[in-house]
Nanobody
Framework: LMQASGGGLVQPGGSLRLSCTASRRVFSINPIGWYRQAPGKERELVASMSIGGTTNYADSVKGRFTISRDGVGNTVYLRLISLKPADTADYYC??????????????WGQGTQVTVSS
């Protein structure tokens, strides 16, 4: 079971840190990714990290979001800065795999809602 937290209401330009905690050390032995889904929009992969620590970001969040994990392997983070109203969405942590350089989620955690509004 993976549970995300840290979402909330924030003003444009603000920041948040999302956390996702698992009951086992799944994040150190699997590729990980954060997705988001805004109302009425397609689900979007915003950040991923390989087992070795290589990160990738969607162009829409590059330079503003940072994915990381703790040393134990049971918590993964997504740091969000310079938030925009377009970042409003439900955010989900996942574990998955890379295939031909592309990340695919296998298991999904429960999401956390981020609302960016003045």
């Amino acid at each position: 079971l993976m549970q995300a937290s840290g979402g909330g209401l924030v003003q444009p330009g603000g920041s948040l840190r999302l956390s996702c905690t698992a009951s086992r050390r799944v994040f150190s032995i699997n590729p990980i990714g954060w997705y988001r889904q805004a109302p009425g929009k397609e689900r979007e992969l915003v950040a991923s990290m390989s087992i070795g620590g290589t990160t990738n970001y969607a162009d829409s969040v590059k330079g503003r979001f940072t994915i990381s994990r703790d040393g134990v392997g049971n918590t993964v983070y997504l740091r969000l800065i310079s938030l925009k109203p377009a970042d409003t969405a439900d955010y989900y942590c996942t574990v998955g795999q890379f295939y031909n350089g592309r990340y695919y989620a296998s298991y999904w955690g429960q999401g956390t809602q981020v609302t960016v509004s003045s």
